[in-house]
């Protein structure tokens, strides 16, 4: 965790400001619309030639057909000559797993610019983050009296907005480029979306914890999201416990019945009937699942090392509807709703069966 005193918050400004040299954000059209292989293969050869990064490591995360302002992309220098002409083309999310990037092409990827890069680690240093880490500190302090050195940045990735978002205003628009960023302080998690131009950000009020504090969360890198042993559309939820090298899961169907997958040494998973739950605990277990602020915590990661070595459980929403992780020595510093749902789990007794 970064204290945010290092991010030169003595420039704060009262109105939010924009990343410098960047643009307003292109309107990005919301189709179906399919990514020609070569596009696809000239960005990921370009970010290798760049970067040394091995394609094989590379993942296009999201991508979407898009409409430049210009022939530049609308990434042009002071000093670039740039046509005056829409250019249709292409908006990527880029990831090696631990960092992320944005990058923007014409039609036929001949043309690639790099926009704004996030990274997962929040240790790494970044000048483009400081102008909305600034702004985020600002309010902050206004709304609850913190003070921004006793700040800290825990986690930060670039992310899709979704306006049908729990918490975000019903005009959102889907599938827009922003950041989602987890600051806290003594007392306080805040979990922030904010857009790429810091013109307006929201608070994810279900994921925060005002008072009293819960342990911070961090975000699961792309890629490392756990996958259900089986995904189907009836499953209700999932538990992944990952135990010294060993991996378990228990799922509970919408039927009421309860299946055992466990990881082999072969690298498959072996399956285990373990009959069903009463009426009673289901009905329990899918009306709380029914509250849509578990959304908010999806990829968010509680007390889990990096290096895999931690204990750790992994719950499942539905067929991989939302996944958090959590150490579950550390269930009590947990967000509340999440406790809910871990108390409930273990009345089962699912893993004594």
């Known amino acids: 965790m970064r204290s945010l005193t290092t991010l030169s918050l003595v420039a704060v400004l009262a109105m939010p400001p924009a990343i410098a040299s960047d643009p307003p954000h ?10 020609p292989s070569q596009v696809r293969d000239r960005l990921l050869q370009y970010i290798h030639q760049t970067t040394t990064i091995p394609i094989a490591d590379l993942a296009i995360v999201d991508y979407r057909a898009a409409d430049w302002s210009d022939s530049c992309l609308g990434l042009g220098e002071p000093t670039e000559i740039c046509a005056a002409v829409i250019t249709p083309g292409w908006s990527f999310v880029v990831t090696d797993g631990d960092h992320t990037w944005q990058y923007r092409a014409n039609g036929n990827g001949t043309h690639l610019r790099q926009e704004a890069a996030y990274a997962h680690d929040a240790n790494r240093s970044d000048p483009q983050r400081e102008p909305f880490l600034s702004y985020l500190a600002l309010h902050i302090e206004s709304e609850y009296g913190v003070a921004p050195e006793t700040l800290s940045l825990e986690a930060i990735e670039l992310t899709t907005l979704d306006g049908c978002h729990v918490g975000f205003p019903s005009d959102t628009p889907c599938a827009r480029l922003g950041v989602r960023t987890v600051l806290s302080a003594p007392n306080y998690v805040w979990v922030y979306y904010t857009d790429l131009e810091v013109n307006t950000f929201w608070l994810d009020a279900a994921a925060s914890q005002i008072q009293p504090s819960t342990l911070a969360p961090t975000f699961i890198p792309p890629g490392e999201l756990p996958v259900l042993a089986n995904p189907i559309p009836e499953t209700l939820f999932s538990v992944i416990i990952d135990r010294a090298g ?11 019945s309860v299946a055992g997958y466990q990881w082999t040494r072969d690298d498959r998973w072996a399956a285990v009937d373990l009959g069903s739950i009463p009426y009673r605990d289901f009905f329990e277990l899918r009306d709380l699942l029914t509250d849509e602020r578990f959304l908010s915590f999806h990829g968010l990661s509680y007390g889990v090392s990096p290096d895999g070595n931690t204990t750790t459980d992994t719950l499942v929403g539905g067929p991989e509807t939302w996944i958090a992780q959590y150490d579950p020595a550390l269930v009590d510093q947990l967000h509340p709703k999440l406790q809910q749902l871990i108390v409930l789990w273990d009345s089962l007794g699912l893993e004594r069966r």
């Open 26 to 35: 292109p309107l990005v059209q919301h189709v179906d619309a399919e990514l």
């Open 246 to 256: 060993s991996r378990y899961q228990l799922s509970v169907y919408s039927d009421r």
